[in-house]
């Protein structure tokens, strides 16, 4: 993501995103944080859904890889 598409997400302009990088950085790190164990929680829930999947393809007998 870049700089820009974070300050929109976070609905702040550039420049405040670049004042708070510079008076407030424990601020952007926890934002950072934040959107990286979102980022996992996403990617957990499709892994999960696979795993879902080919148990039940395994109950049928099939197995999908």
């Known amino acids: ?3 820009a598409e974070l300050a929109k997400d ?4 550039l420049r405040t995103l670049t ?3 510079k008076e407030k950085p424990k601020l952007v790190k926890l934002i950072n944080l ?3 164990v979102e980022n996992q ?3 957990t ?3 999960l859904e696979k795993l879902v ?3 039940k393809e395994a109950e049928k007998g099939k ?3």
Do not use: A, Y
């Open 1 to 3: 993501m870049t700089r």
């Open 10 to 13: 976070l609905g702040i302009s």
């Open 19 to 21: 004042n708070w990088e």
């Open 34 to 36: 934040g959107l990286q």
């Open 41 to 43: 929680i996403v990617e």
């Open 45 to 47: 829930k499709k892994h």
């Open 53 to 55: 999947d080919l148990e």
């Open 63 to 65: 197995f999908i890889l």
